[in-house]
């Protein structure tokens, strides 16, 4: 028994950290834009025991961490012990800077292993135990819901899907909009958003800009507010800042991935004087199986 999971990038633009003992109501709120490269994941069950968990064919024993906790939840409901299962993340961008890849492992992982062995769960209930992996593993807080729904997410209230609440903003699927990004290496999520003194920051600044693009939801605004966020929150690295020259009089707007030291930026157009880029369009539709 086989299937197979597409999961988009996220990257976050702006975010307020809300904290809940409950795991499920524990995330953030805030706006990103979801990519369409990603994360597939193939789950392959058979007879037998044994976890076999391979990152672009080869093990990695870092970031296969949320996979694991995502299986360890799923195993404290039901039985797993006596089953092969195998899993292969095929990853189209760069892990650990800012694009949401644990997410999509997480939500991958469990999306695929509740269809194939036919578990009683809704798609949120699936989803929340791929929440839950994230917010204990402090992988991450929002990246989930918005690779969930897919374009220009708007996080409005903090949570696991089928508690927390969304919005988007309004695109054609005929308007091409291009995400322009390059990473010069990793952030652990963990050491910002555990951070006090980060953490006050992030909600000082992230606080108030989610109502400033609900009343105004364009692309142009998003941008805008996330490079305030980023210049505020004391967040950017030289080579992003460096990055950010280069890019805002050639696109609608570009700021800082959140977390990674990624630069991003919304054009018309896939042209940039920018070297070693990835470019992609935005993803409408979300994750799903393919």
Do not use: W
């Amino acid at each position: 028994m086989k299937c197979s999971v597409f999961v988009p990038s996220h990257i976050t633009g702006f975010f307020e950290i809300i904290d809940n003992d409950n795991p499920l109501k524990k995330g953030s709120r805030g706006a990103g834009v979801v990519m369409d490269k990603g994360v597939i994941t193939k789950v392959k069950i058979t007879g037998g025991k044994g976890i076999k968990i391979r990152i672009n064919g080869k093990k990695d024993p870092k970031n296969i961490t949320i996979t694991e906790k995502t299986l360890e939840l799923l195993k404290k409901d039901f039985d797993l012990e006596n089953k092969k299962i195998e899993i292969e993340h095929e990853v189209q961008v760069p892990i650990g800077a800012g694009f949401g890849t644990s997410a999509a492992f997480a939500l991958g992982t469990s999306l695929g292993i509740s269809n194939i062995l036919d578990l009683p769960f809704t798609f949120n209930k699936a989803a929340q135990i791929a929440h839950t992996a994230e917010i204990k593993m402090q992988s991450g807080l929002g990246d989930l819901m918005g690779e969930i729904y897919g374009g220009i997410p708007l996080r409005i209230k903090e949570g696991a899907p089928g508690i927390g609440i969304i919005d988007k903003i309004v695109l054609r699927e005929t308007d091409d909009i291009f995400v322009i990004s390059k990473t010069f290496g990793e952030i652990k999520t963990a050491d910002i958003i555990a951070n006090p003194v980060y953490k006050a920051k992030i909600n000082e600044m992230g606080r108030n800009l989610l109502q400033q693009l609900i009343r105004d939801p364009k692309p142009e605004k998003f941008m805008e507010l996330s490079k305030k966020f980023a210049e505020n929150t004391g967040l950017m690295s030289n080579e992003v800042k460096n990055a950010i020259e280069v890019l805002e009089n050639e696109t609608m707007g570009v700021s800082m991935a959140m977390l990674g030291n990624t630069v991003f930026a919304l054009s018309k157009n896939q042209e940039t004087s920018l070297d070693d880029v990835i470019i992609s369009k935005i993803n409408h539709e979300g994750c799903k199986f393919i």
